[in-house]
């Protein structure tokens, strides 16, 4: 299955990019609800507005404790909808709760663009923007353009002829957040994991970081971000958490652990492939952003 990119004003053709597709139920078939296991109340504290606030380590375990201002930071405090809310699709219908147990409370477009990689640029972007880095802010496309917000606040937009994408005059944009929003959507419309896997860096399973991006390119794709980590200091142990958003585009949301639901939302770091609710990644799969 391929994901159509919509059409973007300030572009002038339509690509076909990859989806986040694959041999599980697609979002269009029915979910099954009643059979989620529920998780350890001991994890879940319905009242957290963050995910470091809302999701308690694993028993016996303690929560990593990120750098002030990092990225991990960023993620560990994400602001979260009300317990029990459910995910919107971008034309404001309901998904099932059957693969997440939590909402990130972060707006989308009324376009089908935020997917699966889309999401993660998404979370970077908003990261670096709200630091007002600007100059790191930067991501492919499928072609090899590089798009990045810079050149796009300098009073620039991409302009395409074929394939091929250059920079021409954009006087609408510059380093506000209405801009800044824009310039998203291009980066959504002809990037896909293919491109965002190309700019991450391999990681071995075992050396996982908070932020880190299992991701699989191609059509069909799909990828998830690591938002949390913890860890057992007597048994070595180590857990994490992942978020994803999905197709049709849709609001990013916590994925649940259906394998091992009594620790769920974390997930055992072991070496090995990773089975998630909508998609298994082969071993190999993680990737990390380059430090800036």
């Not at 978020?243 to 769920?264: D, G, H």
Request: aromatic share 10%; charged share 25%.
């Amino acid at each position: 299955m391929k994901k159509l990119k919509l059409i973007i004003a300030i572009l002038s053709i339509t690509i076909t990019l990859p989806a986040c597709v694959n041999n599980f139920p697609t979002e269009t078939s029915a979910m099954p609800t009643e059979s989620i296991p529920a998780a350890k109340a001991e994890i879940i504290n319905e009242e957290g507005t963050t995910i470091k606030e809302r999701f308690l380590p694993p028993e016996g375990s303690e929560r990593l404790e990120a750098a002030t201002g990092s990225f991990a930071e960023y993620l560990q405090t994400l602001k979260l909808k009300a317990y029990g809310e459910k995910v919107l699709y971008y034309d404001g219908k309901e998904k099932s709760d059957f693969a997440y147990i939590s909402v990130v409370d972060q707006d989308i477009t009324e376009r089908n663009l935020q997917q699966c990689a889309d999401a993660i640029m998404r979370l970077k972007g908003e990261y670096h923007y709200a630091r007002g880095e600007f100059g790191n802010i930067s991501f492919n496309f499928v072609s090899g353009f590089k798009c990045d917000f810079k050149t796009w606040s300098s009073g620039r937009k991409v302009v395409l002829n074929g394939n091929n994408a250059a920079w021409a005059a954009g006087p609408n944009n510059d380093t506000s957040y209405a801009s800044f929003r824009r310039y998203m959507d291009v980066v959504h419309s002809y990037a896909s994991t293919i491109s965002l896997k190309k700019q991450l860096e391999p990681v071995d399973m075992m050396e996982m970081e908070i932020g880190d991006v299992f991701i699989v390119a191609g059509s069909p794709g799909h990828a998830v971000i690591v938002v949390d980590m913890a860890e057992d200091k007597m048994t070595g142990t180590r857990y994490f958490m992942l978020a994803q958003s999905y197709m049709p585009a849709q609001e990013t949301q916590v994925l649940r652990n259906l394998s091992t639901p009594e620790i769920s939302p974390w997930y055992i770091l072991e070496k090995g492939e990773l089975i998630t609710p909508q998609w298994t990644f082969p071993e190999g799969s993680l990737r990390r952003f380059p430090k800036n």
